[in-house]
């Protein structure tokens, strides 16, 4: 948790989380790359989730997303274009097993979205973003759940939010920033059931 002497500090006062390794992140375009992340995944007691969506700019545009699902297990990051057959089906899998805990923040529009564009009914789900409240009215958001649980600060930017999720080729930058979302929803998951009473 973070120290009680750094409680007044912004989240930007701390200093910088450190994101999972590039080299464990992987983009799953083939059969056999989809074969080994759902094997992966099956294997995993919970997963990290998050999306990410083409942004609209245009008022009454509707989103067409979501574009790219992201799916973490302790080690690995599993990144899957949506419109990709080879990855549709592990996502469904996945998020659809009653087994596997998806924790992540934030994520209504997510499931919403998931659900009307491919059918997904995910279950098991576990929204951070409201469990973390302890009482509080707004909902906690990934960047406040680093600092409170690791006295860090998540690197949020708007510039690579706002970015094309759409696109056939991800920049590093969209690749890494999609692979920490879901992979620090799945550590803070693992710290809060930690600290809840048995």
């Known amino acids: 948790m973070i120290p009680a002497d750094q409680d007044d500090l912004g989240p930007d006062a701390l200093p910088l989380y450190q994101g999972i390794a590039r080299a464990d992140v992987h983009l799953v ?53 949506v419109d990709s057959t080879s990855a549709n089906g592990v ?49 906690v958001g990934a960047k406040t759940a680093v600092a409170r649980f690791y006295g860090q600060t998540l690197r949020k930017s708007k510039r690579i939010t706002t970015t094309n999720w759409a696109t056939p080729r991800l920049s590093e930058q969209q690749i890494l920033y999609a692979a920490d979302d879901a992979h620090v929803a799945l550590r803070i998951y693992r710290l809060w059931r930690a600290a809840r009473p048995a």
């Open 91 to 139: 996502i469904k899998t996945v998020l659809e097993s009653a087994r596997i805990v998806k924790a992540g923040f934030g994520l209504g529009d997510d499931i919403k979205r998931l659900r009307a564009k491919l059918g997904i009914e995910t279950v098991n789900v576990v929204d951070l973003a409201n469990v973390l409240r302890n009482g509080q009215r707004n909902p």
């Open 29 to 81: 375009h083939t059969p056999a790359e989809a074969e080994r992340a759902l094997a992966a995944l099956l294997a995993a007691d919970a997963v990290g989730f998050d999306t990410e969506s083409k942004p609209t700019f245009t008022k009454g545009e509707q989103s067409t997303g979501p574009h790219l699902v992201q799916l973490a297990t302790d080690e690995h990051v599993y990144l899957f274009q």
